[in-house]
Nanobody, 126 residues
Framework: QVQLVESGGGLVQAGGSLRLSCAAS????????MAWFRQAPGKEREFVAA????????NVANSMKGRFTISRDNAKNTVYMQMNSLNVEDTAVYYC???????????????????WGQGTQVTISA
């Protein structure tokens, strides 16, 4: 069982930045692939970024490349997502997800992740 707690969401103006964090309660965090997804009002949940357990591989959705960066600190059992140049279309609830036994792969499919956090709200004002 993996428990995930997101933090770092909030309200920022367009053009601003935020850094989301997700802390995982798991013994061997370096074997756990982590990902961020988001769900905007009235829309389906979509992939944002993922990173393999060892941090060697990362995957960012095309629409967010160059603005969003995913990273992890395995010593702190935490994954981060740095979000820059935010715009109103980035407003959503952002979810952290985890998959155990994934040292090298950064999965982009929601179905690959059995463990999910409660989500953190990110609101971008014009």
């Amino acid at each position: 069982q993996v428990q995930l707690v997101e933090s770092g969401g909030g309200l920022v103006q367009a053009g601003g930045s935020l850094r989301l964090s997700c802390a995982a309660s798991v013994r061997t965090f370096s074997t756990v692939a982590m990902a961020w997804f988001r769900q905007a009002p009235g829309k389906e949940r979509e992939f944002v970024a993922a990173i393999s357990g060892n941090g060697a591989n990362a995957n960012v959705a095309n629409s967010m490349k160059g603005r969003f960066t995913i990273s992890r600190d395995n010593a702190k059992n935490t994954v981060y997502m740095q979000m820059n140049s935010l715009n109103v279309e980035d407003t959503a609830v952002y979810y952290c997800a985890a998959r155990t036994g994934a040292i090298w792969t950064a999965y982009a499919s929601q179905n690959s992740y059995p463990y999910w956090g409660q989500g953190t709200q990110v609101t971008i004002s014009a």
